[in-house]
């Protein structure tokens, strides 16, 4: 299958809203647990003040099978950005996210950042392999964050050094 990588607009907003509910009514993937809107989804992923890039893969027909975001996050510094990747349940498209990650890398350059930070839900095994394969290597480790329910869920912290 054939797919297109290209930067997100707010009209990507109800697609990328639904692709990531599916993800997080599945659980077990993500540390978001509130539903986003359309209007959410797009302040908070696409073009919100903290949003350094954000890409969309799409299939052939232009479904959106998955998007990578890359945000700024004070807690990281000024030369730092917070990725995050999501891509559609069930999709059997192989080489999703290495497309965003190359072009989420390029704009993270471009950007004159320095490193990329990707922290991962421990029991996310997908998420920790994938970042795992695109070069991160782990640097710190939250013991214990709880989830909505009271969970406790460690989150790992990979670094990407993009110099």
């Known amino acids: 299958m054939e ?14 809203a639904e692709l990531l509910n599916e ?8 540390a978001y647990e509130t539903p986003f809107t359309p209007e959410s989804l797009a302040e908070a992923h696409i073009d919100g003040p903290r949003v ?3 890409v969309i893969a799409e299939d052939q ?13 004070d807690k990281l510094g000024s030369d730092w950005g917070d ?12 080489g999703i996210g290495s497309a965003l990650f190359a072009a989420t890398r390029t704009a ?14 421990a029991d996310n095994e ?5 970042y795992a394969k695109m ?3 782990d640097y710190a480790v939250a013991r214990a964050v709880p989830l909505a329910d009271g969970s406790p869920v460690d989150r790992i912290s990979r670094r990407y050094d993009l110099i």
């Open 52 to 54: 350094i890039t954000s």
């Open 3 to 16: 797919l297109r990588v290209r930067p997100t607009v707010r009209a990507d907003a109800p697609a990328l």
């Open 83 to 94: 990725i995050g990747t999501f891509a559609r349940r069930g999709s059997t498209t192989r």
């Open 61 to 73: 027909e232009g479904c959106a099978i998955g998007f990578q975001i890359l945000l700024a996050n």
């Open 126 to 130: 997908g998420g920790l392999t994938f």
């Open 23 to 30: 993800i997080i009514a599945a659980g077990g993937t993500t």
């Open 135 to 137: 070069g991160f290597v």
């Open 108 to 121: 993270a350059i471009a950007a004159g950042l320095k490193a990329i930070n990707a922290t991962i839900r």
